[in-house]
C-alpha cells in the first residue's frame, strides 16, 4: 500500500487486495483496477471454470487459451465482473485480448472469435455503465477498437522497447521494427481520442534505467509503466515511490516480532527520519522478495548462528554488491571467514578484562569482559583505507585494540560492546546516541518526513483514560466513586477533547459491582454526555494478556478480572464490551458510539484479535511502553509510534500512564506531575511524540494523585498545542507507514518535487533549510519545529516543491497558515479569495503569515480578527467547526 499511494490509478490482482486496502486507496482518491483474464485461465487455478472449451495452451504462462464463442466462459467473465464491482473497483483491466490468435484457426474462425469478443467487451462496458466510474482499460486488441461501441478508458501495449521472455525469464531490447509497429498501433489508439499506454520491462535492480525509459516514453507522447517481467514489483511510471522501507533481521525462534530489537530499538529510529521499518523473521528468508527499488536500508542484528544459513550468506552477498542499498550489521558478526571478508574484518580472538574506548560521548562505561568472551575484530589484510573507516576503536586490559563501530561504502558495523545495554533497575541504554552513529551509518537520504506528532503547526495534544477503578472509593471528603471524582475534578474543569473508557465488567449488573451497577452506569452515562469526551471500550474483564505466546511467572494482575463462571474470549471481550457501552451507556438521543478500543494489561493483542477492531470500524491504541524522565533518559526506552501487520495495526500509547511514575502505587502518589519531563524531552531537541495525558480512573482516588493530573492539564494547556481526540491522534498514526512519498520523472533537480498521499497523516517534517515554492499543491502552511519546518496537508494528495533557501517567501509569498489549534478541513484558493474550514475543539486560535493584504470576508460564526503587521490572527470564543474566506488583494 505504501507504494500503491504514489499513484492516480492502480491495477491489481483482485484476490491479492482487501475491501479494506481498496477503501484505503480510494480515500486517497486513487482509482483501483481490477485485473480480468479475458483470454486465457491461469492453470495454476485449477479446472476451468464451467468445463468451457479449450482451444490450446500458452505453454510460457501456463495458461490455457480459451474459446470466446462458449457460454460457459462467457458467464464466468460477465460474473466476475460484476463481483469486482460490488466489491467496489472502479474499472477492469482486460488482459489477453488476442490470445485466440494462438489457436490455429482459418479465418473464418478468426473472425468468429473476434465478434465474440467484441460482443464481451461489448456487454461488460454495458453492466459497467450503470456505474458512472467504472471504465474498461484494454491491454491491446488494437483490431477490435474500432468494431467497438464504447471508448476505453486506455489501451495498453507491452514490451514496445524493452520487453520480457516468460519462458526464459529474460529481457532484450525490442527491434527497431516491432517499436515501430507498435507505435502506429498506439498513434492510431490516441487518433481515436484514446490514452495510450505502454508496460515495458527492466529488472528490479535497474532502477535508473526504468526511470530513463519512462522519460523516453513521455517523450514519445505514452503514459509509461516500467517494472519486472511479472508485475511483481512497484515500478515506474510518471512517477516513481522513493524507496524508504529498512528491512531488519530478527530471530523468530528467539524474539515475537514486538520484542525483537528491530521493533524495540530501531523502529523509532528509522520512523523519526521518515522511513518505514520492516521487520522480518531470518528463519523465512526463503520466502523474501526483495525488491531493490523499494528499500534504503538493511540492517541485520542477529545471534551469530543465524548466519550459518547459507541463504541469508548469499542474501548478504548479493545486497553488498548493490551499491543503492546500504547494510547495517549490529551485535553479533557471522563466524565464516569468507563473510567477515566481505565485511572488510578478520576474527582476532576476544577481548580480556576491562575496555575502553577512544571516544568520549559513551553514555555509560564500558562493560567488563571479565569472562573473555566479547569477539574482538581487526580489519582484515588489504583492505582499502578509502573503502573503511573505523570511528571508534575498542581496548581491552592487555592493550589489545579492535573495531566497536565503523563505516564503509556500504554501510557500516555497531559491534556487541556498543549496542543497546540493559542496566540495574530496568534501565536500558544505547552506548552512543543512535541517531548520531547507529542511523547515520545507512546514510539515509533526507526526505520529507511524515509526521503524527503535529498539527497545524503546533504538537498534537491528546488526553484517554482507562477505565480501570472506576468503581474504587476516593480518600477524599465525600468517599464517593473515583470515576465521579475524575468527572468533577478533571473532565469538568479541563473540556479538552477526551478519551474516556469502561470496563463492562466493573460498572455492569452482571459484572463483580452488582449492587452498586445502577449509580455507576449512571456516572458513565453522565461522563460520555459531556460534549468534548468520546467514549471508548477497555474490555469487558481485562485481559491481562492478549497473545498467549507470552508467558510470565508473576502474573500481578491474573489473567482477567475474577468474574463467576466467565472463560476468556476475545470476541466477548471485544465485540460484546463495545456492544453494552453503545445499548446501556449512550445517552438518550445522543448519536455517539464506541470510537476506540483500548487494550488492557499487557497490551500486546496479536494481528487476528487486532482485526477485530478493524471489522467494528474503530481505532485500537494502548500498548508500547514509552517512559522517560531527566533522571532515567534514553532513547532505547521510547517505543515506535504502532506495531504494524500486513492486515493489521496497533496505534500504541505515546507515553506511557501513572503506574510507572507512581512506581505501581507504591510510592510518590503524585508522581504523575513527572509527566511534563517526559513531554518535554520526547519534545526536544527532536520531537519525537506528541503530548499525550493518559491515566486510570483510579488516579481520582487520592488528592495527591489529583493535584498530579492538574498539574499535567495546567502545563499541557498553557503550551502552543492542537487538542485532538485519541480516535484521530490514532487516525493519523495508524497511517503512518502506509503513507506514499514519489518523485516525479520529469523533475531530477537538487530542490526536488515530491508527491505525497495519506489517507491520514496531516503533517510532515522538512530540513529547516528548504521552504515550499509556489508550485507546491495541496498545502496549508508551515511552522518551525526545534527540529525542522513541520508542514501541514491539507487534503489526501499533495505535491510538495521545495526551494533550497530559507531566505526566499515560502509559497511564493501567498497567505500561508502559520499555526492554528484546530484541525484544517478546507484551504482553498478561488481567485483571490481563500476558503477555510477548521475544526477546533477549543476556542479557536489560527494566525496566519504573509498576509498583509487579506482581511476576514465572512464566517458562518463569529470571528475576531486582528492584523499585526503581515500576521492576521483569528479567534472564537467557543470551539466549533469554523466556514471561513478571507479576500487578499
Known amino acids: ?133 467504472v471504465e474498461l482499460i484494454l491491454n491491446r486488441g488494437f483490431e477490435l477498437i474500432s468494431r467497438l461501441s464504447f471508448q476505453p478508458a486506455a489501451v495498453v501495449a507491452e514490451s514496445m522497447i524493452n520487453g520480457y521472455d516468460a519462458a526464459f525469464d529474460s529481457y532484450s531490447v525490442r527491434t527497431a521494427a516491432d517499436t515501430q509497429w507498435v507505435t502506429d498501433r498506439l498513434r492510431e489508439v490516441q487518433q481515436a481520442g484514446i490514452e495510450a499506454i505502454v508496460i515495458d520491462y527492466l529488472p528490479s535492480d535497474r532502477q535508473q534505467e526504468r526511470i530513463a525509459a519512462a522519460r523516453r516514453l513521455v517523450e514519445l507522447g505514452f503514459t509509461p509503466y516500467l517494472s519486472n517481467g511479472l508485475l511483481t514489483d512497484v515500478g515506474v511510471s510518471t512517477v516513481y515511490p522513493v524507496p524508504r522501507r529498512i528491512l531488519a533481521f530478527y530471530n523468530g525462534n528467539q524474539f515475537l516480532k514486538k520484542l525483537s530489537p528491530c521493533h524495540r530499538f530501531l523502529s523509532v529510529l528509522i520512523e523519526y527520519a521518515g522511513y518505514v521499518p520492516e521487520c522480518f523473521d531470518v528463519n523465512a528468508i526463503d520466502s523474501l522478495h526483495f525488491d531493490p527499488a523499494k528499500y534504503a536500508g538493511v540492517v541485520y542484528w542477529l545471534a551469530q548462528s543465524n548466519y550459518t544459513s547459507s541463504a541469508l550468506a548469499r542474501f548478504i552477498e548479493q545486497v553488498l554488491q548493490n551499491q543503492s542499498v546500504q547494510s547495517l550489521f549490529i551485535g553479533e558478526l557471522p563466524e565464516s571467514r569468507t563473510l567477515l571478508e566481505s565485511l572488510h574484518l578478520q576474527a582476532a580472538g576476544n577481548f580480556q578484562g576491562n575496555l575502553s574506548t577512544n571516544v568520549n560521548q559513551l553514555r555509560y562505561r564500558m562493560p567488563t569482559s571479565t569472562l573473555n568472551v566479547t569477539p574482538r575484530y581487526i580489519l582484515a589484510p588489504g583492505v582499502d583505507s578509502t573503502d573503511v573507516s573505523v570511528k571508534v576503536e575498542i581496548t581491552d586490559a592487555q592493550g589489545a585494540k579492535g573495531i566497536g563501530l ?49 498539527e497545524s503547526g503546533q504538537r498534537i495534544l491528546t488526553a484517554h483514560i482507562d477505565g480501570d477503578g472506576f468503581p474504587s472509593i476516593t480518600y477524599t471528603g465525600n468517599r464517593g466513586f473515583a470515576a465521579e471524582e475524575i468527572r468533577r475534578q478533571i473532565l469538568e474543569r479541563y473540556p479538552l477533547p477526551h478519551t474516556v473508557s469502561v470496563i463492562e465488567a466493573e460498572v455492569a449488573p452482571h459484572g463483580i459491582y452488582p449492587q452498586f451497577s445502577a449509580e455507576l452506569e449512571n456516572i458513565a452515562r453522565g461522563i460520555f454526555s459531556l460534549d468534548h469526551v468520546e467514549i471508548a471500550s477497555h ?128 510510592d510518590n502518589y503524585n508522581g504523575y506531575s513527572r509527566a511534563v519531563e517526559s513531554f518535554q524531552l520526547l519534545g526536544e531537541p527532536r520531537r519525537l ?125 501567498d497567505p500561508y497558515l502559520q499555526t492554528a489549534n484546530g484541525q484544517i478541513e478546507q484551504w482553498q484558493w478561488q481567485g483571490q479569495e481563500l476558503l477555510i474550514e477548521v475544526e477546533s475543539h477549543v476556542p479557536l486560535e489560527m494566525t496566519i503569515a504573509q498576509a498583509t493584504n487579506c482581511q476576514l470576508k465572512q464566517s458562518d460564526t463569529q470571528i475576531d480578527s486582528q492584523q499585526s503587521g503581515a500576521t492576521l490572527n483569528l479567534a472564537s470564543s467557543s470551539p466549533g467547526r469554523f466556514r471561513l474566506s478571507l479576500l487578499c488583494i
Do not use: C
Open 689 to 813: 511524540k506528541p503530548i499525550s495525558i493518559y491515566y486510570h480512573m483510579y488516579s481520582g482516588i487520592y488528592p495527591a494523585s489529583i493535584r498530579a493530573l492538574q498539574q499535567v492539564y495546567d502545563w499541557a494547556i498553557s503550551q502552543p498545542v492542537t487538542p485532538m481526540y485519541l480516535s484521530e491522534f490514532a487516525a493519523r498514526a495508524s497511517s503512518l507507514y502506509e503513507t506514499g512519498l514519489a518523485r516525479s520523472i520529469l523533475n531530477d533537480s537538487d530542490a526536488p518535487v515530491w508527491l505525497v498521499a495519506s489517507t491520514g497523516v496531516r503533517s510532515l517534517r522538512i530540513d529547516a533549510g528548504a521552504v515550499p515554492d509556489a508550485d507546491s499543491v495541496g498545502l496549508t502552511g508551515l511552522n518551525k519545529g526545534p527540529d525542522g519546518t513541520y508542514i501541514s496537508l491539507a487534503q489526501p494528495r499533495a505535491t510538495l516543491s521545495l526551494a533550497g533557501d530559507e531566505r526566499l517567501s515560502p509559497f511564493g509569498g
Open 539 to 666: 474490555t469487558f474483564s481485562h485481559p491481562f494478556f492478549w497473545d498467549e505466546r507470552i508467558a510470565s511467572g508473576e502474573r500481578v494482575y491474573g489473567d482477567s478480572l475474577e468474574i463467576p463462571g466467565y472463560e476468556l474470549d476475545y470476541d466477548r471481550e471485544v465485540f460484546g464490551s463495545v456492544e453494552y457501552i453503545e445499548r446501556e451507556l449512550i445517552p438518550a438521543g445522543s448519536d455517539k458510539k464506541v470510537e476506540v478500543f483500548l487494550w488492557s494489561g499487557s497490551a500486546n493483542p496479536t494481528p487476528d484479535v487486532i482485526q477485530k477492531t478493524h471489522e467494528l470500524g474503530i481505532y485500537n491504541v494502548n500498548g508500547g511502553n514509552t517512559y522517560v524522565v531527566n533522571s532515567n533518559f534514553s532513547i532505547a526506552q521510547i517505543y515506535p509510534h504502532l506495531n504494524w501487520y500486513p492486515n493489521a495495526v496497533q496505534v500504541y500509547a505515546p507515553l506511557m500512564n501513572e503506574n510507572l511514575y507512581t512506581d505501581l502505587w507504591t
Open 1 to 133: 500500500m505504501r507504494e500503491l499511494l504514489s499513484f492516480d490509478r492502480v491495477v491489481v490482482t483482485p484476490t491479492q487486495i482487501s475491501d479494506r486496502q481498496i477503501a484505503q486507496l480510494h480515500k486517497a482518491n486513487i482509482k483501483v483496477y481490477g485485473y480480468l483474464s479475458v483470454g486465457e485461465w491461469d492453470n495454476s487455478l485449477g479446472q476451468v471454470p464451467g468445463g468451457s472449451n479449450v482451444m490450446t495452451q500458452n505453454t510460457a504462462w501456463n495458461a490455457s487459451v480459451m474459446d470466446l464463442r462458449d457460454n460457459g466462459w462467457r458467464d464466468y467473465l460477465l460474473s466476475e465482473a460484476e463481483a469486482l464491482g460490488n466489491r467496489g473497483f472502479d474499472g477492469l483491466f482486460l488482459d489477453t485480448l488476442d490470445s485466440y490468435m494462438l489457436a490455429p484457426l482459418s479465418a473464418d474462425e478468426l473472425d468468429a472469435q473476434q465478434v465474440a469478443l467484441i460482443d464481451m467487451l461489448d456487454e461488460l462496458s454495458r453492466n459497467a455503465s450503470d456505474d458512472s466510474e
Open 406 to 454: 565503523m563505516e564503509t561504502s556500504w554501510g557500516g558495523i555497531v559491534t556487541q560492546s556498543l549496542t543497546v545495554q540493559e542496566m540495574m533497575g530496568d534501565r536500558i541504554r544505547w552506548s552512543l546516541d543512535p541517531f548520531e552513529n547507529i542511523l547515520s551509518l545507512l546514510r539515509l537520504p533526507s526526505i520529507p518526513v511524515p509526521d503524527v506528532t503535529t
